[in-house]
């Protein structure tokens, strides 16, 4: 392997101690070098982020840390507050003092918060839990992180960006003086991850330790001391953030080893007639009686459009999605869906797939994928008919059709046999978009495609949206990061509570105008344009 440069740069305050130090980390997976002699520093009472695109080995880093991956199954050393460490297992960490928080969350619906905060760790007298002193500990943990719930509450009543600082609070219970937070911000809206940054600040101030892996290199930018950047297993620099600025793009070349001259690809729009109209829309909540979660919603998708959808957490751009695609989410009272100006039913699934609707889900691990599935059978599995011969699949056509793919949206797998859940999150959210891609759709919706995903695969999802819409497809593309649907779309409907308040151009809108209309219910009663039965083109 090519030795690749490494610069050094430790934060300018020498005074104060490292309290982490990983040296000579290497890790190796059956065919893949997933760590070559990794060395970290982290100084203590500072927030030390971690970036590098999607299967750069930033997990795999941290999974050794926490005692995920345990001593014996790497090579190198690890000393933590100035002792050599060997963690046999991640309750051995968090006995050090170490915690991890993972980018899926792992706390249980149906329990209350404080069953959650103290499972494992039972607040308990001659084996007796102590139910009043866990809830009156719960309380202080909480009120730690500055979050104000009941904690009698079940944890499925509560947003994501409050299940986030109950498992930051969780950690603080185990005597946490290293917190590890594996993209803490990627499922939250910008309000959530403001206030989740601003308890990390408060938290160091108090003196806790952090280290945050993160794609959001604007966060990274605004909260981090210091940065490593791991590209293909190796660490390729340290920077030290309080010597001085550091912008997005210096990171950025770090991470891909070369500059992006743009975020977004360069697009020239070929905009056709209307072909997918929705109507009407009207949806209710499968389990609140009377709450329309589709409420009275109409738009349109030309040939040749990419078409956005902005809106905040719980607006109803995701129960929009599922709800046409196969009626999979909500209790159907009414509207009509007209595909090449003809009414169609959409009754399930199947029926959507059959018509030339794909459906990407946000939520990659629940409802787009199959861990225990290879690639190879994944990216196949939505649209098996097609290598499929008198109802019989034909092997070498599944594993050929994969491989394509897989070179395709630049899948880092070894092969397309190795097993989905081995894969990084990243990878795993482009095997979900390689499956849907493969139906050949005439209508791809995409719900936060890039979610998880590091700057250089971004632009590759990008590219692809690009070329679906060059084909006459048409795109639906759902994300909570605004920068990225104007930079992306043609035009851009915002929805509030259920409801479509706006349509505009890309071209004509901005981060506050969107912004206006996804909190505004001004508009919340107005009815977008009607589709035009003409042909026409719009300058991105």
């Excluded at 169609?344 to 797939?353: D, M, Q, S, W």
């Excluded at 700057?455 to 999802?461: F, R």
């Excluded at 206006?516 to 001004?522: I, L, S, V």
Aim: glycine residues 8%; charged residues 25%; negative net charge.
């Amino acid at each position: 392997m090519t030795a690749l440069s490494i610069t050094t740069e430790l934060p300018a305050d020498q005074t104060t101690p490292v309290i982490l130090e990983m040296a000579h980390i290497t890790k190796v997976f059956p065919g893949v070098v997933a760590l070559d002699d990794v060395n970290l520093a982290v100084r203590a009472r500072t927030i030390h982020a971690i970036c590098g695109e999607n299967g750069a080995g930033k997990s795999t880093l941290m999974n050794i840390l926490s005692g995920v991956y345990p001593t014996g199954t790497y090579d190198g050393q690890i000393r933590f507050e100035g002792q050599e460490m060997a963690f046999h297992s991640i309750r051995a960490s968090e006995d050090a003092g170490v915690a991890i928080i993972h980018q899926e969350l792992a706390l249980i619906p149906e329990l209350s918060v404080t069953e959650n905060m103290f499972i494992g760790n039972e607040v308990a007298t001659r084996g007796v839990i102590d139910w009043i002193a866990a809830r009156r500990s719960a309380l202080d943990l909480l009120a730690r992180v500055g979050l104000d719930v009941n904690p009698d509450t079940p944890i499925k009543n509560l947003g994501v960006g409050q299940q986030q600082l109950i498992e930051i609070a969780k950690a603080l219970g185990k005597n946490c003086r290293l917190l590890i937070l594996d993209e803490p911000t990627s499922a939250l809206n910008e309000d959530d991850s403001a206030n989740l940054l601003d308890i990390l600040r408060g938290l160091k101030a108090k003196g806790l330790t952090s280290i945050m892996i993160s794609h959001k290199l604007n966060e990274i930018a605004a909260i981090a001391d210091a940065i490593t950047v791991i590209r293909d297993g190796r660490v390729v620099e340290h920077i030290d953030v309080t010597a001085g600025r550091v912008d997005e793009d210096r990171i950025i070349r770090g991470m891909v080893g070369r500059d992006l001259s743009s975020r977004f690809p360069d697009h020239t729009p070929h905009i056709g007639e209307v072909f997918f109209e929705v109507r009407d829309w009207t949806v209710e909540h499968p389990q609140i009686p009377g709450k329309l979660v589709c409420n009275h919603e109409s738009f349109y998708v030309r040939r040749g459009e990419i078409v956005g959808f902005a809106g905040l957490m719980g607006a109803g751009r995701t129960e929009l999605a599922r709800s046409l695609f196969g009626r999979s989410y909500g209790t159907f009272l009414g509207g009509e869906i007209l595909l090449d100006g003809a009414p169609i039913e959409l009754p399930t699934v199947k029926a959507a797939i059959d018509a030339g609707l794909a459906y990407c889900p946000e939520d990659r691990k629940i409802q787009g994928l199959n861990l225990l599935d290879d690639v190879k059978k994944t990216i196949v599995s939505a649209g098996i008919d097609r290598i499929c011969t008198r109802s019989v699949i034909d092997l070498d056509e599944e594993a050929v059709a994969a491989e394509e793919y897989r070179r395709k949206m630049n899948i880092k797998a070894s092969s397309v046999d190795v097993v989905v859940s081995t894969l990084s999150g990243g990878n795993q959210q482009k095997v979900v978009v390689a499956k849907w891609m493969f139906t050949e759709p005439v209508l791809a919706i995409l719900d936060e495609p890039t979610r998880g995903i590091d700057v250089g695969a971004k632009y590759e999802i990008y590219t692809l949206i690009n070329q679906l819409a060059q084909e006459g497809k048409g795109v639906v593309m759902i994300s909570s990061e605004l920068p990225e649907l104007l930079g992306v779309c043609d035009r851009i409907y915002t929805v509030f509570e259920g409801r479509i308040t706006s349509v505009t151009a890309a071209a004509d809108a901005t981060q506050e105008s969107l912004m206006r209309q996804m909190t505004d219910t001004a508009d919340a009663t107005a009815r977008p344009a009607p589709a035009p039965n003409h042909s026409q083109e719009e300058p991105r």
